[in-house]
């Protein structure tokens, strides 16, 4: 659970009681610069791939103590193997397909884009599809949809307990999947709209205008939520919202307490920092 201030990750150890651990967050969450619009959805991201490669590590090594621990260069490097494998699957090998494609059929580069962003929706929802077959990645997800419905409470001014958090739903317009989805939607427009490219631009595109996209995708996610309760906008994020089914499982109780655990004490701690910030 993240503020301003503060980040919190609870994890339930091996003899089943909850361990916090909590970070302060960096001065890019309140800087004027970083917090421009279509900068600050660029630091946001690369933020929290690294804290949450941090909680991960974190977790992991709380869970098998007997083992070699897992260090911070080592998560570092899955960050990197993972960033550089997933630009090649979702927008280097589309971009190749349909390059190829344009060439064979001789088809007008619009329609060409538009087939390079089908193939990459279609990659991520069945990447995501396929995870989510692996008994320890539902897992996961349910965590996820425990965090979900601990902030559906909160916002819904509910008393925290389990019992209560569980009948608010999985679905959050400001969800990492909505940002990803929105990501993907975006960068079919912004294609598309580049025209007919040789190979070599078309490629360099596809890595050069990530965090141009991310910028955009950020801001949409944040305008939506910030006009959530417009019909129209909730029109709009509907299939990101549908899209959560797939990235959120129900959690168990014990799933719950930990989500809410992690929500209370940031809650506590971001009011212990605001009022230091005051003084």
């Known amino acids: 659970m993240r503020s301003r201030y503060v980040a919190v990750a609870a994890m339930r150890a091996p003899e089943g009681k909850i361990v916090l651990h909590v970070e302060p967050l960096s001065n890019i969450y309140r800087s004027r610069f970083w917090q421009l ?11 929290a791939l690294g804290l949450g490669m941090r909680f991960l590590t974190i977790s992991a090594n709380l869970q098998a103590p007997e083992e070699k621990p897992i260090d911070g260069k080592s998560a570092v490097f899955t960050i990197g193997v993972s ?21 064979s059929l001789t088809m007008n580069a619009f329609t060409s884009n538009l087939i390079e962003g089908g193939i990459r929706l279609a990659f991520v929802i069945g990447y995501i599809w396929a995870i989510g077959k692996i008994p320890e990645i539902q897992r996961v997800f349910a965590y996820h949809g425990a965090e979900h419905k601990t902030i559906n409470a909160f916002e819904g001014q509910e008393e925290l307990t389990p019992e209560k958090v569980q009948q608010y739903p999985l679905e959050h317009p400001r969800c990492g999947t909505s940002f ?7 960068s079919i427009v912004v294609f598309t709209l580049l025209g ?15 965090p141009i996209l991310a910028g955009i995708a950020y801001e949409f996610i944040r305008w939506s939520a910030n006009h959530i309760d417009n019909p129209l906008v909730r029109n709009l994020i509907q299939p990101n919202l549908v899209l959560q089914r797939l990235t959120t499982r129900e959690p168990d109780p014990g ?6 655990a992690a929500f209370k004490e940031m809650l506590r701690l971001e009011k212990e920092y605001a009022s230091s910030q005051d003084t």
């Open 255 to 260: 799933m719950l307490e930990v989500a809410i």
């Open 37 to 47: 619009p279509f900068i600050r959805g660029v630091t946001a991201l690369w933020d």
């Open 180 to 186: 990803l989805l929105t990501l993907i939607i975006v």
């Open 83 to 103: 960033l550089l494998l997933a630009i090649g699957l979702f927008f280097l090998i589309p971009a190749g397909i349909a390059q190829f494609l344009q060439n």
């Open 196 to 210: 007919d490219l040789t190979p070599f631009w078309r490629i360099a595109t596809r890595v050069l205008f990530l």
